[in-house]
């Protein structure tokens, strides 16, 4: 017979990119969350169209997610950056301690307390500047990719990547 999770618990860390706001959007990406539901919510809450309780668009948003969910993190900023345009961002890895409570189907048997050190990725995008000299910054993409693949290389015959096969 299998353990089975009763529970799992993380630590509430503080985020690891110094001065954010307090009432910033925080969207936590899981290994179950579906891209296009975060997505359809923070680009709506990231458009010029989209105002907060006090009237004002929202200038920032946190995607933060750890174990299985940073590569989804990772593409749900990507994906946003290419939709919104302009941001700026700030990207930091660090660790999350997780706690998994687990018990044995069987009467009488033991429970077992795990305790986990698991990857995690904070990622800040803002639509004002942020400062560059913060480790992990990214400035806003300018070049389409159409532009960055007509500049990247002007021989005919090349087959690097930046080309179709001819």
Known sequence: MEM??????????????????????HMR????????NLLRFATARMQAEARDSNGTSLRQ???????RGVTKTI?????????????????K???KTVNEVWESPQQGAPGITMERTVPAI????SKDPLDPWESGYQPP?????AA????????RWCRCPCHDPV
């Open 148 to 155: 960055l693949k007509m500049s990247r290389c002007s021989v």
């Open 75 to 91: 593409t749900c900023v990507e994906i946003l950056k290419r939709k919104v345009g302009g941001l700026h961002q700030v990207s």
């Open 93 to 95: 890895l660090y660790y």
């Open 61 to 67: 948003v946190v995607f933060s997610g750890s174990g």
């Open 29 to 36: 990406v899981k290994e179950g969350s579906k891209i296009r």
């Open 4 to 25: 089975q999770r009763i529970s799992r618990t993380e630590d509430c860390s503080p985020f690891p990119i110094p001065g954010l706001a307090a009432d910033i959007l």
């Open 141 to 145: 993409q300018t070049l389409s990719f």
């Open 122 to 125: 904070c990622i800040l995008l």
